[in-house]
Structures are given as C-alpha cells and as structure tokens.
C-alpha cells in the first residue's frame, strides 16, 4: 500500500498560521500512525478481554 506524505509547513511564512497548520500536521500523523507504532489487528480468536484492550488503546491514541 502506498502512503502519502502530510506536506510540511516550512513554507508558510505565518507565524500563527504556521503553528496552527504543524499542529494540525502532529495529530494526523499521531491519529494515522505516522509517528507512533501501528495499532497492531485483533486476531479472530480474539477475546472480549482483548477487544476491550485494544478500544482502551485506540482511544488512548485518539486522546494523546
């Protein structure tokens, strides 16, 4: 699978507007995996136990 690139914001010349946009960069690459490990799939045996982890875990990402 090909993954596409979030631009960088270097060109911006806005302080504010640049802040925004390198913070807005952060959280996709934070929500998509970008920056951090990727959330590994629940295998079909998997438990209620380990279905309830894996939610906490996702959450967590969304919530960082």
């Given at each position: 699978?090909?993954?596409s690139?979030?631009?960088?914001?270097?060109?911006?010349r806005?302080?504010?507007?640049?802040k925004?946009?390198?913070?807005?960069k952060?959280i996709?690459?934070?929500i998509?995996?970008?920056n951090?490990?990727?959330?590994?799939t629940l295998?079909?045996d998997?438990?209620?136990?380990?279905?309830?982890n894996?939610?906490?875990?996702?959450?967590?990402?969304?919530?960082?």
């Amino acid at each position: 699978m090909i993954r596409s690139t979030i631009p960088t914001v270097e060109g911006v010349r806005d302080e504010p507007t640049s802040k925004i946009l390198s913070s807005v960069k952060s959280i996709i690459e934070s929500i998509t995996g970008r920056n951090q490990a990727q959330i590994k799939t629940l295998g079909a045996d998997a438990t209620l136990s380990g279905v309830i982890n894996k939610v906490n875990e996702i959450i967590e990402r969304l919530q960082s």
